[in-house]
């Protein structure tokens, strides 16, 4: 079982960055894959970005493409999102969760663990 914490969001102006941070606790951390996905309210839950096992395979959605930038630190059990050129419409709560082997990073059920999520408010 993996428990994951993200942290490291906040209140930016367009334009900026900010780096977000997922935090798991658990030995096998280094099995899983790890997604990062938004929600804003009255709006599905959607996939940011993902990265496989070893960090060698990553995924974006198109809308943050060439802008945010996702790795992990293996040894400290953590994974990241660098965000940059932030725009309003990136204004959401951010999750990182851990999909199942099988599952893919677009499909919300395919999702075992999530974090509590973390508030980015990019203001214009």
């Known amino acids: 079982q993996v428990q994951l914490v993200e942290s490291g969001g906040g209140l930016v102006q367009a334009g900026g960055s900010l780096r977000l941070s997922c935090a798991a606790s658990?030995?096998?951390?280094?099995?899983?894959?790890i997604g990062w996905l938004r929600q804003t309210p009255g709006k599905e839950r959607e996939f940011v970005a993902g990265?496989?096992?070893?960090?060698?395979?990553?995924h974006y959605a198109n809308s943050v493409k060439g802008r945010c930038t996702i790795s992990r630190d293996n040894a400290k059990n953590t994974v990241y999102l660098q965000m940059n050129s932030l725009e309003p419409e990136d204004t959401a709560v951010y999750y990182c969760?851990?999909?199942?082997?099988?599952?893919?990073?677009?499909?919300?059920?395919?999702?075992?663990?999530w974090g509590q999520g973390t508030q980015v408010t990019v203001s214009s």
């Open positions: 969760a851990a999909p199942r082997p099988s599952g893919s990073y677009y499909l919300l059920g395919s999702y075992d663990y």
């Open positions: 658990g030995r096998t951390f280094s099995m899983y894959a």
């Open positions: 990265i496989n096992w070893s960090g060698d395979s990553v």
